[in-house]
């Protein structure tokens, strides 16, 4: 078989286009630091990535990434369900080309990663939204931009400039609001709407609740709001004058809308769906219903997702529930994974249960914190060297042979310490 994949294919000692890309990182790593004497700005190490950026960020800073809801018993149980599930290697294949390409609603994308929404980005580094989603434009990662954001619609779009961007909403209250945000981010150039449905009130963080720290109240991370006209105009009749010059009275009126505590409903959704043309991916599903219910209201896409274990503490690890959902309505939409997602062979995990990309979240954001957008590339570029590795290693050429067949549930676990 690979004697006539060679015939067919005439092979460089390089491989692919994507494989130069991928596996090049790892080479250019041991090449600088024999050649220069020049060594990662960020620990290539899982494990390690938490506690450098603790050492970089103020503690509120740190707290609100790494913190999560409750005793973070979620957060345990999201790294717990990938220690269930073990790689069966194969040999003597033909992998040393290999191929991460996907398609999702009609596109190809580079890899299955994508960088997952993440809010006020300014609280980690100056670089924020617009850093990330300049250098994940570099390197084909299509970036989510976060309702929450410290950056504008407008100013990610420049920043990402070619590159894939999502956008996700954090649903107003207003529908005149909501429907200014969709029409901002169609006419920036983001392709797909990522509705997040899990966080329409923030958990009980006792990170944060210790340190009595919320950014958004103080006007951080509500740029999505302040710059948005309709805001603004509503702001204007009721308060007079503008969100800068009334922040504090802005930023609770912002997140009212956003973050109030009062959740949508199904029927709802058609709100959306009139006023979006692209696929509508409903992010946080974690119940199979839910998932039908998703088909049934016509959406393109779900991200099974508990949002890194900072919504409900006590909630089931996400990846546990990825093959009954996939079984549930695999067929019928696209189904997207994250919480929890660390290393390469996580991704193939969450790819062999069905899963047909992944977001990475806290890690960037490490990354990000530690070194700035260039930090945030060097760790989203790792996961990607690690995974086209790791795929090879298990015998695996492209995205389809990421399937069933290479993993096994296992009895043991394995302790908390260890990523895998
Ligand atoms: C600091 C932080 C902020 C986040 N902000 C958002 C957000 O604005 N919108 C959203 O849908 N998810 C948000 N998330 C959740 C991520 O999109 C993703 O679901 C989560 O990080 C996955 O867990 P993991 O990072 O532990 O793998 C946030 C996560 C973190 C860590
Ligand atoms: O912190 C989060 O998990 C999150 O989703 C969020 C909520 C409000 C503002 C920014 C991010």
Redesign the pocket.
């Known amino acids: 078989m690979s004697s006539s994949m060679n015939k067919q294919q005439p092979q460089s000692v390089h491989g692919t286009q994507e494989q130069r890309r991928y596996g090049a990182f790892q080479n250019k790593i041991y090449r600088d630091g024999l050649l220069h004497q020049q060594f990662p700005l960020v620990t290539t190490d899982p494990n390690k990535l938490e506690e450098q950026a603790k050492s970089k960020l103020p503690p509120t800073s740190y707290n609100?990434v790494a913190g999560g809801a409750g005793e973070k018993a979620t957060m345990d149980a999201n790294r717990l369900a990938f220690r269930q599930w073990k790689m069966v290697p194969r040999m003597l294949r033909p992998t040393t080309q290999r191929d991460l390409r996907i398609k999702l609603f009609g596109e190809t994308y580079e890899s299955p990663v994508l960088m997952a929404?993440?809010?006020?980005q300014t609280i980690f580094h100056e670089d924020k939204e617009t850093g990330l989603a300049e250098v994940c434009s570099e390197i084909g990662v299509p970036y989510i931009l976060?309702t929450?954001s410290s950056s504008s619609i407008e100013e990610v779009a420049k920043a990402n400039g070619n590159g894939p961007r999502w956008y996700q909403l954090?649903w107003p209250q207003d529908d005149d609001i909501t429907i200014s945000l969709l029409n901002r981010a169609k006419a920036n150039g983001y392709t797909a709407l990522v509705v997040?449905l899990d966080?329409w009130a923030?958990a009980w963080r006792p990170a944060d609740l210790d340190g009595a720290y919320i950014?958004?109240i103080k006007g951080v991370?509500n740029r999505t709001g302040f710059t948005d006209p309709v805001f603004r105009e509503k702001f204007a009749k009721k308060y007079g004058g503008t969100p800068e010059d009334k922040v504090q009275q802005a930023s609770e009126e912002w997140v009212g809308e956003?973050?109030s505590g009062a959740a949508h409903t199904w029927d709802q959704l058609a709100l959306l769906k009139k006023h979006w043309d692209g696929p509508i991916i409903l992010k946080g599903i974690q119940h199979p219903e839910d998932a039908k219910l998703a088909v049934k209201h016509g959406c393109d896409g779900i991200i099974v997702s508990n949002?890194?274990g900072?919504?409900l503490d006590g909630a089931v690890g996400s990846l546990e529930m990825l093959p009954e959902i996939v079984e549930a309505v695999g067929d019928k939409l696209t189904v997207i994974f994250d919480s929890g997602i660390r290393t390469g062979v996580d991704i193939i995990k969450a790819l062999a249960l069905g899963a047909k990309a992944v977001l990475i979240g806290r890690p960037a954001i490490y990354g990000l914190a530690v070194g700035g957008k260039h930090g945030a590339k060097q760790v989203l570029q790792g996961i990607l060297a690690d995974l086209d590795q790791s795929m090879g290693l298990a015998g695996i050429q492209n995205i389809a042979g990421c399937n069933h067949s290479m993993i096994r549930r296992v009895q043991y676990g394995g302790d908390l310490k260890t990523s895998n």
């Open positions: 609100y929404p993440v809010g006020v976060s929450a954090y997040t966080t923030l950014p958004f991370g956003v973050f949002h890194g900072r919504q």
